[in-house]
C-alpha cells in the first residue's frame, strides 16, 4: 500500500505551475551575458578597424600584422606599398594592424 501512495506523489513532482520555460531563463540570461561582455564589443572593434583599413590613405604611418612600422606610399584596391626606410614593401590591406605615430629618425642621445 506505502509503494502505490509513493509513487502516486512522485508522478506529480515533474510537474511544477511553471512549466518548461523557467528551465530556459538560466540558458537566455547566460546568452544575454556573452553577448554583451564578448560578441557584441568585438564586433565593434572589428567594424572599427575596417572603417580604419578602408580609410588608409599615401602618407599613414602603419603598422603590419608582422610589426614592421612603415609609412604608405601607394594605395592601390587591396595592396599597399610600405616604405619602410632602406626598402619598400608591399602589403596586403588585410594585414596592417592599426595607425601609429612616426617613429623617430634618430635615436635619442642618452645624457651623462
Known amino acids: 500500500?506505502?509503494?502505490?501512495?509513493?509513487?502516486?506523489?512522485?508522478?506529480?513532482?515533474?510537474?511544477?505551475?511553471?512549466?518548461?520555460?523557467?528551465?530556459?531563463?538560466?540558458?537566455?540570461?547566460?546568452?544575454?551575458?556573452f553577448y554583451f561582455l564578448l560578441i557584441r564589443p568585438q564586433q565593434k572593434k572589428a567594424r572599427e578597424h575596417k572603417a580604419m583599413l578602408d580609410g588608409l590613405k599615401k602618407g599613414d604611418v602603419v603598422i603590419t600584422a608582422g610589426g614592421l612600422?612603415?609609412?604608405?606610399?601607394?594605395?592601390?584596391?587591396?595592396?599597399?606599398?610600405?616604405?619602410?626606410?632602406?626598402?619598400?614593401v608591399r602589403v596586403g590591406r588585410q594585414f596592417v594592424s592599426g595607425l601609429a605615430s612616426a617613429p623617430s629618425a634618430a635615436p635619442k642621445e642618452k645624457k651623462k
Open 1 to 33: 500500500m506505502s509503494f502505490v501512495n509513493a509513487a502516486w506523489a512522485m508522478g506529480d513532482a515533474g510537474q511544477g505551475g511553471q512549466g518548461g520555460f523557467a528551465a530556459f531563463v538560466p540558458l537566455i540570461l547566460m546568452f544575454a551575458i
Open 69 to 88: 612600422y612603415g609609412t604608405v606610399t601607394d594605395v592601390k584596391d587591396d595592396v599597399l606599398t610600405v616604405d619602410l626606410g632602406s626598402t619598400t
